[in-house]
């Protein structure tokens, strides 16, 4: 009997195994269907805004379209004396048709992001420009603003030229390429982002490291007391959630002014004198009391959490074994709740190293993090590229605490109930 007349066939005629087939494949259609507008949400609001941020930070053709002359001329020009008559003549052109076109403005800001003090430069050439004779345009230029005679301003045009760039990476380290292409330091007393940088990760840590030390013991109450006490103390845990994050962080300004409550209990209770009322504000210790307060049931929850699956009985255990309560403590209770630590540090840490309103209102010059430095560019100095190099950066900078975080401990061991 051939293998034909061997197959099982469906009440159509079909053979089973075709039928298994088409209904698998249309199975398949069904599930991606379910999922396609989660897929959709995630690559408009996740993928693609990443991706424009990172065409953003490296895209550098806006300045090489605008002098299209000016970056042909300077190919073989060494940078180390004035450009030639021919580079000014091209420049001059390129500028020309940008004033005509009322783009200039734009050449303006890049150019001045590049080298401080470009933008008064080209302003005044814009006015003086329309009096230029043809011919000897070198003396023209140099003669509209003595910024033009100096080589520098020349060299920072010349390293606008890619039209694909990492500088903005660079300068969020406080580095840049030189005009032999090596990257240097900036000079000391204008290395600002490294200090963001590590202030960030600083406070970041701290603020996690007390809102675990605050969040423990709260926790530990929540879950052993009972129930009826335990959900309205929740409730006092979660009522920070219903009041907005600026009025909260408002009310923190009101209280560690040096005129506020607390410098007036401090004060009241002796441990300071009227004239020497600490400053709380504008500082670290501002940002470090806002944050914590406001970060501190995202600590709380996961730690409720875990520790409301554990048995009391467990620890009742290890002491009839003859262990103390301390040793009970952290031989039994303590390794129980590290899924819980885990997850509520982790969650703080990352929520903390991106923060932004609370360090922009209570930190002053000396709390104030990355995210401030990011939100500067983005609506003060219009330095999007820079913006864009940075915040990329520090998404990195928390996509790799998390892969650490899974080689260390692993995500597996995290649970958030």
């Not at 329309?130 to 603003?145: A, D, L, P, R, T």
């Not at 300004?253 to 401090?266: A, K, V």
Request: glycine content about 6%; proline content about 4%; aromatic content about 12%.
């Amino acid at each position: 009997m051939s293998s034909e007349n061997n197959k099982i066939l469906t009440t159509d005629g079909i053979p089973l195994e075709e039928s298994l087939k088409v209904a698998e494949k249309k199975n398949k259609i069904k599930a991606f269907l379910l999922v396609a507008p989660l897929l959709l949400f995630l690559l408009i609001t996740y993928i693609i805004p990443i991706g424009g941020m990172f065409s953003r930070s490296i895209d550098d053709k806006l300045t090489t379209n605008m002098l299209p002359k000016t970056y042909k001329a300077m190919e073989k020009w060494d940078g180390k004396e004035l450009p030639s008559e021919e580079i000014f003549e091209a420049f001059y052109l390129d500028y020309k048709i940008l004033v005509k076109n009322k783009t200039v403005g734009k050449l303006q800001t890049q150019l001045n992001l590049e080298k401080n003090g470009f933008k008064s430069a080209l302003k005044k050439l814009a006015r003086k420009q329309k009096k230029f004779k043809v011919g000897n345009y070198k003396e023209q230029i140099m003669s509209s603003h003595k910024r033009f005679e100096n080589v520098e301003y020349w060299r920072a045009i010349k390293r606008r030229a890619p039209p694909i760039t990492y500088s903005k990476y660079l300068k969020a380290m406080d580095m840049y390429l030189d005009e032999d292409n090596k990257i240097v330091q900036v000079e000391e007393d204008r290395r600002m982002h490294r200090i963001l940088w590590l202030r960030t990760l600083e406070i970041a840590f701290f603020v996690t490291l007390f809102c675990f030390v605050m969040a423990y013991p709260i926790a530990h109450l929540l879950a052993t007391i009972p129930m009826k006490y335990s959900n309205l103390l929740l409730i006092c845990v979660l009522l920070p959630f219903w009041t907005s994050l600026l009025v909260r962080t408002a009310s923190w300004m009101i209280l560690l002014q040096q005129q506020g409550l607390l410098n007036d209990f401090f004060v009241w209770i002796g441990l300071f004198t009227n004239e020497n009322r600490p400053q709380m504000m504008y500082n670290k210790t501002g940002t470090y009391v806002a944050m914590t307060q406001i970060l501190l049931p995202f600590m709380v929850l996961p730690l409720y959490s875990v520790m409301k699956t554990i048995s009391p009985s467990l620890m009742r255990a290890g002491k009839s074994l003859g262990a103390t309560p301390t040793v009970a403590f952290f031989k039994v209770y303590f390794p129980l709740t590290i899924p819980g630590i885990g997850a509520g540090c982790l969650l703080v840490f990352i929520l903390a190293i991106g923060y932004y309103i609370t360090p922009e209102l209570v930190g002053g010059a000396s709390g104030k993090l990355i995210s401030n430095q990011i939100a500067y560019h983005m609506k003060s100095s219009l330095d999007w590229s820079f913006a864009s190099a940075m915040g990329l950066m520090l998404l990195t900078g928390v996509l790799a605490i998390y892969w650490l975080y899974n080689k260390l401990v692993g995500v597996d061991n995290i649970k958030l109930g």
